[in-house]
């Protein structure tokens, strides 16, 4: 079974409130886990996916009350997009002029159909219409169906220099390989479903980003366990002369992380074990969780989170 592709895709938005109303109530993500940032406990980390939080399905937040807008340029995330069936780009279309989202016309890219928009931070969304996406399991969350249901990632992307170097890990490291080029666009595939599109866009000396509120903080990778993630690292030490960080202990995965050559932060995140290793999987994301050297800070950080309702 191939575990490549996308594990998840960390971003930065502003009050935890707004995110919330349009993550869960807009697009229909489900929160799969309510927590905070490990490194500054004082601002939530909400993680959105499928029921399950699969890999692949993953888009996480780090919610600031009072963050200034980032500024897209190289060396970021462009854009990340999510499949939806085909048949359901209308039914979405309706849906985001009724609820007011910031929206696009759809466009053809490598021949697929592309709805772009962006939520309440300004960050680059799209929903990308797939033939035959309405057979991946969809989960309906609020008013919406589940055979319109966003399935997951469809892909990220970058905005970089140069295309090859960027490339190099992708197809080296993470199993992906070069299956189409249209322009200053090339295309990267695993051949899976979820998650299994990187595109790099080469905009050569374009303004370097910054980051902020609607910027895209990180890329992780999927690697299936322990094992696979340090042959991972050492590919990277061995052919590319990156070093990542050592690895932290995420409580639903464990990660490395490093920059690549075209200026993005990657992770490197395992498979395992996931959002139930916390909380009884059919109750994900109600309560907020902790990790345990958290745990006795409990009451002080449920002080200085913002409230929700
Ligand atoms: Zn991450």
């Known amino acids: ?19 919330l109303a349009f993550h ?58 999510f499949r939806v069936p085909l048949g359901s780009i209308g039914y979405w279309t309706h849906r985001f002029v009724e609820a007011g989202v910031k929206h696009g016309t759809p466009i053809q890219t490598f021949g697929e159909t592309v709805l772009p928009f962006t939520d309440p931070d300004g960050m680059h969304l799209a929903l990308v219409g797939v033939a035959g996406a309405e057979a991946e399991p969809g989960h309906g969350v609020g008013t919406i169906p589940a055979e319109h249901a966003i399935r ?21 490291v993470f199993g992906f390989a070069q299956t189409a080029q249209d322009g200053v666009l090339t295309r990267y595939s695993t051949g899976t479903a979820m998650g299994g599109i990187v595109t790099l866009r080469a905009a050569g000396d374009f303004l370097r980003g910054r980051q902020g509120g609607g910027s895209v903080h990180h890329v992780a990778f999927r690697a299936a366990d322990d094992a696979a993630e340090a042959a991972m690292v050492q590919r990277l030490a061995e052919n590319h002369s990156i070093r990542t960080t050592e690895q932290k202990d995420r409580n639903y995965f464990r990660s490395v992380y490093f920059r690549e050559p075209g200026g993005v932060l990657f992770e490197i995140a395992t498979d395992i074990p996931g959002f139930a290793v916390d909380e009884p999987a059919d109750a994900l994301g109600r309560v907020l969780k902790l990790p345990a050297f958290l745990e006795g800070r409990r009451t002080e950080i449920e002080g200085i989170l913002p409230a929700l309702s």
């Open 1 to 19: 079974m191939t575990r490549n592709g996308i594990h998840h895709v960390t971003a930065i938005s502003g009050p935890a409130r707004r995110n």
């Open 24 to 81: 869960e109530g807009v697009l229909g993500l489900s929160l799969v886990k309510k927590t905070v940032n490990f490194d500054d406990p004082g601002t939530y980390h909400f993680y959105y996916g499928d029921a399950a939080g699969s890999p692949g399905t993953i888009l996480t937040f780090f919610p600031w009350e009072h963050v200034a807008p980032g500024r897209l340029g190289v060396g970021e995330t462009q854009e990340t997009a």
């Open 152 to 172: 997951g990632f469809h892909g990220v992307t970058l905005l970089v220099k140069e295309a090859a170097p960027t490339g190099a890990i992708l197809t080296d």
